[in-house]
């Protein structure tokens, strides 16, 4: 489910902001605490004796989607997806022996209540989907913890409780005893309980040392009426997923891009100072990131690439007559490569199989600036990109959050392509010319050359050879044929490559452009 959040205000610096924030949950307004950190967004439930105040939502169901994955599942058991009543009768109030296996990553996978502070049972608040009691398929959200490896904890405190789970070692022998007059305890509290956020391991370990996972940490919930929200890797916009008339609105999507956050402040300029002290821790943790993959991938690189050199999240442009049709992706500008996912890869094997893979050799910037449509009161900043294929041309219009975004994107999409030309050098392509089978050579210093087919161990014999300075003219038909206008008395090269010559065309220009710039002859 997607959670929408009116703020009451807060200040703070650019990346530490703390204020008052309401969290709608099931149609209803809580509030809560919001502190911002340099990794985290914390958010902690109001203390008060009604439990939360609230306001209806109205109509707008656009915000009540996105954290549940799959086929609708959702990913934390509460006592709100799992009711009393649909708890076996027998089950209720008789003592249960319950054997779990602890997860290296995501311990037992429970949320816990109560304690003698509360006079309350230690009760299972939430059981986490795919993890270790619910692996077990004999725990229910309710059920009493009366021992755990034989500690009795009937007369224990919460903390209590939490330490003896923490040192129960991996085999954890659960007495429990399912109470059905304590569920209405179970469903009070802070509604960010049911915030729905984190992907439970191992589908989203921490990128590198798995030990430190920041989601680990949090599968255990000591704080019952705290959730915190890891910034690395998420995506923070505006204006995408819920409409924002009176730009109030910030969303946070999670990195596995099941999830989504949303921020409402008490007005445009609020709102507009906690995009920003977001928005900048997320992109202060960004080389991490990238040092963290590298590790993790070793010397196998990217998807046939050797190495990041940029990384982030961009809304692109859907097709179609829609014109606020925006989805989220994940964007990695590697030496020779632009690949696009639909999420951040956790597995390494993930990054191998990107959504598309473009080369930048034969993409280029045809776009950008100020576009139609508006997160931010006619600041919306895109730019689009051409590449050329066998296919013909593929374009994607994408946006970015800031001008400085806008900037270090389309810097680095130039630069790449650039780079990528004095990397690779040359190209060559099959094609016939003149009737007769031929192979294209493109060098990036020596220009074009025409050589023959190698036939019958014959060496291959140099048909026509042209400098970049030669070139007048070029054109295709889309299809398959090239044109190549050198002057003279040859007049026009026909080139047949047997296939799209789209990539072709994309390649020479980057190859000019890049030898262009070299020179010095633009900025």
Same mark, same amino acid.
């Given at each position: !489910?997607?959670?929408?959040?009116?703020?009451?205000?807060?200040?703070?610096?650019?990346?530490?902001?703390?204020?008052?924030?309401? *969290?709608?949950?099931?149609?209803?307004?809580?509030?809560?605490?919001?502190?911002?950190?340099?990794?985290?967004?914390?958010?902690?439930?109001?203390?008060?004796?009604?439990?939360?105040?609230?306001?209806?939502?109205?109509?707008?169901?656009?915000?009540?989607?996105?954290?549940?994955?799959?086929?609708?599942?959702?990913?934390?058991?509460?006592?709100?997806?799992?009711?009393?009543?649909?708890?076996?009768?027998?089950?209720?109030?008789?003592?249960?022996?319950?054997?779990?296996?602890?997860?290296?990553?995501?311990?037992?996978?429970?949320?816990?209540?109560?304690?003698?502070?509360?006079? !309350?049972?230690?009760?299972?608040?939430?059981?986490?989907?795919?993890?270790?009691?619910?692996?077990?398929?004999?725990?229910?959200?309710?059920?009493?913890?009366?021992?755990?490896?034989?500690?009795?904890?009937?007369?224990?405190?919460?903390?209590?409780?939490?330490?003896?789970?923490?040192?129960?070692?991996?085999?954890?022998?659960?007495?429990?005893?399912?109470?059905?007059?304590?569920?209405?305890?179970?469903?009070?509290?802070?509604?960010?309980?049911?915030?729905?956020?984190?992907?439970?391991?191992?589908?989203?370990?921490?990128?590198?040392?798995?030990?430190?996972?920041?989601?680990?940490?949090?599968?255990?919930?000591?704080?019952?009426?705290?959730? %915190?929200?890891?910034?690395?890797?998420?995506?923070?916009?505006?204006?995408? %997923?819920?409409?924002?008339?009176?730009?109030?609105?910030?969303?946070?999507?999670?990195?596995?891009? /099941?999830?989504?956050?949303?921020?409402?402040?008490?007005?445009?300029?609020?709102?507009?100072?906690?995009?920003?002290?977001?928005?900048?821790?997320?992109?202060?943790?960004?080389?991490?990131?990238?040092?963290?993959?590298?590790?993790?991938?070793?010397?196998?690189?990217?998807?046939?690439?050797?190495?990041?050199?940029?990384?982030?999240?961009?809304?692109? +442009?859907?097709?179609?007559?829609?014109?606020?049709?925006?989805?989220?992706?994940?964007?990695?500008?590697?030496?020779?490569?632009?690949?696009?996912?639909?999420?951040?890869?956790? !597995?390494?094997?993930?990054?191998?199989?990107?959504?598309?893979?473009?080369?930048?050799?034969?993409?280029?910037? *045809?776009?950008?600036?100020?576009? +139609?449509?508006?997160?931010?009161?006619?600041?919306?900043?895109?730019?689009?990109?051409?590449?050329? %294929?066998?296919?013909?041309?593929?374009?994607?219009?994408?946006?970015?959050?800031?001008?400085?975004?806008?900037?270090?994107?389309?810097?680095?999409?130039?630069?790449?392509?650039?780079?990528?030309?004095?990397?690779? %050098?040359?190209?060559?392509?099959?094609?016939?010319? /003149?009737?007769?089978?031929?192979?294209?050579?493109?060098?990036?210093?020596?220009?074009?050359?025409?050589?023959?087919?190698?036939?019958?161990?014959?060496?291959?014999?140099?048909?026509?050879?042209?400098?970049?300075?030669?070139? /007048? !003219?070029?054109?295709?038909?889309?299809?398959?044929?090239?044109?190549?206008?050198?002057?003279?008395?040859?007049?026009?090269?026909?080139?047949?490559?047997?296939?799209?010559? /789209?990539?072709?065309?994309?390649?020479?220009?980057?190859?000019?452009?890049?030898?262009?710039?070299?020179?010095?002859?633009?900025?």
């Amino acid at each position: !489910m997607a959670v929408a959040a009116a703020a009451g205000g807060g200040g703070g610096g650019r990346a530490q902001r703390s204020g008052w924030l309401e *969290v709608l949950v099931r149609e209803r307004w809580h509030k809560v605490l919001a502190n911002l950190g340099g990794e985290a967004l914390v958010l902690s439930g109001e203390e008060r004796p009604d439990g939360a105040a609230h306001n209806g939502l109205g109509g707008d169901g656009a915000a009540c989607r996105g954290a549940e994955g799959g086929g609708g599942a959702a990913a934390v058991r509460t006592a709100f997806t799992d009711p009393p009543e649909q708890v076996p009768e027998a089950v209720s109030n008789k003592k249960r022996c319950v054997k779990v296996l602890k997860q290296e990553l995501g311990g037992l996978g429970i949320s816990i209540k109560g304690g003698k502070e509360n006079k !309350m049972p230690i009760l299972i608040s939430k059981i986490f989907k795919g993890l270790a009691a619910d692996q077990t398929q004999a725990l229910y959200v309710g059920d009493a913890i009366l021992a755990v490896n034989g500690t009795d904890l009937r007369d224990a405190t919460h903390d209590e409780a939490v330490q003896a789970l923490k040192r129960a070692g991996k085999e954890v022998l659960l007495e429990v005893k399912y109470m059905r007059e304590a569920t209405p305890y179970v469903k009070k509290g802070s509604p960010v309980s049911e915030i729905g956020w984190e992907t439970p391991p191992p589908e989203s370990p921490r990128l590198g040392c798995a030990s430190a996972d920041p989601l680990s940490q949090l599968s255990l919930s000591i704080h019952r009426d705290k959730k %915190t929200i890891p910034l690395k890797m998420c995506y923070v916009t505006r204006n995408m %997923t819920v409409s924002d008339p009176e730009n109030r609105l910030i969303e946070v999507h999670s990195p596995d891009a /099941k999830h989504t956050v949303v921020l409402r402040s008490k007005d445009s300029a609020t709102a507009q100072a906690w995009f920003n002290a977001i928005h900048s821790s997320v992109n202060e943790l960004i080389p991490r990131v990238i040092a963290e993959v590298r590790d993790q991938l070793g010397k196998t690189g990217i998807a046939g690439s050797r190495e990041i050199r940029h990384l982030g999240w961009l809304a692109e +442009k859907v097709p179609g007559d829609n014109e606020k049709h925006w989805k989220a992706v994940l964007v990695v500008l590697t030496e020779k490569d632009l690949l696009i996912y639909e999420s951040m890869p956790r !597995m390494k094997e993930a990054w191998f199989s990107p959504l598309h893979t473009y080369p930048l050799l034969a993409t280029r910037l *045809v776009h950008s600036g100020p576009g +139609k449509g508006s997160p931010q009161s006619g600041v919306d900043l895109s730019f689009a990109t051409r590449t050329g %294929t066998r296919q013909g041309i593929e374009t994607h219009l994408f946006r970015t959050e800031t001008s400085r975004d806008l900037s270090l994107w389309t810097r680095s999409i130039v630069q790449g392509c650039h780079n990528s030309a004095e990397l690779i %050098t040359e190209i060559t392509t099959s094609c016939t010319y /003149k009737n007769q089978e031929c192979r294209l050579t493109i060098h990036y210093e020596h220009g074009f050359s025409l050589t023959t087919e190698l036939q019958d161990g014959a060496f291959s014999k140099t048909i026509a050879q042209y400098p970049y300075e030669k070139l /007048k !003219m070029s054109s295709d038909d889309g299809i398959r044929m090239l044109y190549l206008d050198f002057g003279g008395k040859d007049g026009e090269v026909q080139l047949d490559l047997h296939s799209c010559p /789209k990539p072709i065309v994309f390649i020479i220009h980057s190859f000019l452009s890049a030898k262009i710039t070299r020179l010095g002859l633009v900025a």
